[in-house]
């Protein structure tokens, strides 16, 4: 006898077969709701006030929360994520934009200027009873100060400019090449500005201080022209030094006459202590860079700097190319030369 089996059968039915969406999803796909509408909902944040947690965000969130979330991220990593982060362009680190100095415009008072017509500014020249011991019922005699009014801070222009191909502007971090290139007109710019401030300190009728010699005899110099500022009136504020290469290396090369030991401390940047004031190595004073090789010792306060810098990025004029350019303006003066030393060396 043939046995024939009765029992439970799969029963296919044609058709669609409808699976339910997840509750959140993380992939940019469909899903039953929005995982950050419902944390906003259940907090109560929203346009109005003191507004009530939804209920409803309250259910669905607490759970999921609590036992899916987990494992939800469990399965995250750098590469199974790359098609939702695609390159873009950010900001190149400093340490990889081009690096300048700047010791002479740091070294006077700088700033910025607001536009680019010419100012008169004052220049004190002479100035003596200016205050003094107050005797009761008596107003004081009149001081006496001569300003030279004719002084003018004049802007002049600074302009630069650099084609590049568009694909180099196009190109994904790192590349930045147009931030690369700002940066280089930038630098450029500053060596402008550090020239115009050895212009402006070279063209001073000032107290001139000459320096002599090497090691001891030059040490000597120094404490000659230092020691005499403790004992006078408004001295003690020369404190800016900027120095041409003319007198930066025989300072720098100064030995005592015993030990062979350097005379003046170096600090980073290779600032020269010189008895308590830092000496700052100044590249466009020296004459192989245009100066007249003469160095400097001032009231910051007294010496004036300031700059006007703007960028344009002009890339609807071609189609293969972008031009980037740098313009302003920039102005220094002096409002009391009595405040300047012009130091001058001579090896013997």
């Given at each position: ?139 004081p005699a009149d001081g006496s100060m001569t300003v030279t009014a004719a002084d003018s801070a004049t802007p002049k222009p600074v302009s630069g400019q650099v084609t590049l191909n568009r694909e180099l502007i196009d190109f994904a971090a790192p590349a930045l090449t147009d931030q690369v290139a700002f940066a280089l007109m930038q630098a450029a710019w500053s060596e402008v500005v550090e020239a115009r401030i050895a212009a402006l300190l070279d ?146």
């Amino acid at each position: 006898m043939q046995m024939t089996d009765i029992g439970p059968k799969e029963v296919r039915i044609p058709g669609p077969i409808v699976e339910e969406r997840p509750l959140y999803r993380f992939d940019g796909q469909p899903a039953q709701r929005s995982f950050v509408a419902d944390l906003f909902d259940a907090s109560g944040v929203g346009a109005s006030p003191n507004r009530p947690p939804d209920d409803d965000a309250v259910r669905y969130l607490t759970p999921f929360l609590a036992n899916d979330l987990a494992a939800v991220f469990a399965n995250v990593t750098k590469a199974n994520v790359a098609s939702l982060n695609p390159p873009v362009r950010s900001q190149v680190p400093a340490s990889l934009l081009p690096q300048f100095g700047r010791p002479l415009w740091d070294s006077v008072s700088n700033g910025q200027l607001e536009s680019a017509m010419a100012v008169t500014v004052p220049r004190v020249t002479a100035a003596s009873g200016l205050a003094g011991e107050h005797a009761e019922g008596a107003d004081p005699a009149d001081g006496s100060m001569t300003v030279t009014a004719a002084d003018s801070a004049t802007p002049k222009p600074v302009s630069g400019q650099v084609t590049l191909n568009r694909e180099l502007i196009d190109f994904a971090a790192p590349a930045l090449t147009d931030q690369v290139a700002f940066a280089l007109m930038q630098a450029a710019w500053s060596e402008v500005v550090e020239a115009r401030i050895a212009a402006l300190l070279d063209g001073l009728t000032v107290t001139t201080v000459g320096l002599v010699g090497t090691n001891a005899a030059l040490d000597d110099d120094w404490q000659d022209l230092l020691i005499p500022l403790q004992a006078t009136a408004g001295g003690q504020a020369l404190t800016s030094l900027v120095l041409a290469d003319e007198l930066y290396g025989p300072s720098r090369r100064a030995k005592d006459g015993t030990a062979g030991r350097r005379i003046y401390r170096v600090g980073p940047g290779g600032v020269l202590d010189v008895d308590g004031i830092g000496g700052v190595p100044a590249w466009a004073l020296a004459v192989a860079n245009g100066g007249a090789g003469n160095s400097y010792l001032f009231n910051r306060a007294s010496v004036h700097a300031a700059e006007m810098v703007q960028r344009f990025r002009l890339n609807a004029f071609s189609v293969a190319k972008v031009v980037l350019a740098i313009w302003g303006f920039s102005a220094e003066w002096c409002t009391r030369p009595a405040d300047v030393r012009r130091l001058t060396y001579a090896a013997a």
